[in-house]
T-cell receptor, first 109, second 116 residues
Framework: GQNIDQPTEMTATEGAIVQINCTYQ??????LFWYQQHAGEAPTFLSY??LDGLEEKGRFSSFLSRSKGYSYLLLKELQMKDSASYLCAAMDSNYQLIWGAGTKLIIKP | GAVVSQHPSWVICKSGTSVKIECRSL??????MFWYRQFPKQSLMLMATSNEGSKATYEQGVEKDKFLINHASLTLSTLTVTSAHPEDSSFYIC????????????FGQGTRLTVV
């Protein structure tokens, strides 16, 4: 079956760095997406990885290892506004997105 | 990026009535749109895949007669919750991808449905 695993909740301190991990099992693979979702709002796109390695975009970076079925989202210089849920989604061979349950990130001052 | 507009943003309806939610792709043609439901503190749950000009594909456990989907044009898909009940209260979100495969999913703003 197809499955995405990510931690349910994480807590970090303002100004620090946090890494949110995601492991996936899909029928075929066409990329890994990360989305941010604030409470009561729709998800917004953060990153897309299809090749192994690290993609950096400002304070946010995303890493992919296809051989390990593993990705992480790295958030640096955390700000209070980064408090949100972070959704990992893998695209299967039919170009369908398989969603993780999301990781709720709590930022403390 | 591409824009997906969803309307209304929130709606309150009486139990037993029907509610229609619209999802429009504003600057691209979407042959496929996706409808999700999200309960509080839970992740997105795919309800159905809406295909332009053909019947929607529903996920297991989703009642097709209760959640009517119409994808009449390349820029509009509608979800109608028929005979709504309080347990249908949820956050409904649509998304679409620009044709071509390897692209991000663009989401509508979501619709908060409350059935009283």
């Amino acid at each position: 079956g197809q499955n995405i695993d990510q931690p349910t909740e994480m807590t970090a301190t303002e100004g620090a760095i946090v890494q949110i991990n995601c492991t996936y099992q899909t029928s075929g693979f066409n990329g890994l997406f990360w989305y941010q979702q604030h409470a009561g709002e729709a998800p917004t796109f953060l990153s897309y990885n299809v090749l192994d390695g690290l993609e950096e975009k400002g304070r946010f970076s995303s890493f992919l290892s296809r051989s390990k079925g593993y990705s992480y989202l790295l958030l640096k210089e955390l700000q209070m506004k980064d408090s949100a849920s972070y959704l990992c989604a893998a695209m299967d061979s039919n170009y369908q997105l398989i969603w993780g349950a999301g990781t709720k990130l709590i930022i403390k001052p | 990026g591409a824009v997906v507009s969803q309307h209304p943003s929130w709606v309150i309806c009486k139990s037993g009535t029907s509610v229609k939610i619209e999802c429009r792709s504003l600057d691209f043609q979407a042959t496929t749109m996706f409808w999700y439901r999200q309960f509080p503190k839970q992740s997105l749950m795919l309800m159905a895949t809406s295909n332009e000009g053909s019947k929607a594909t529903y996920e297991q456990g989703v009642e097709k007669d209760k959640f009517l989907i119409n994808h009449a044009s390349l820029t509009l898909s509608t979800l109608t919750v028929t005979s709504a009940h309080p347990e249908d209260s949820s956050f409904y979100i649509c998304s679409a991808r620009v044709p071509g495969g390897h692209t991000e999913a663009f989401f509508g703003q979501g619709t908060r449905l409350t059935v009283v």
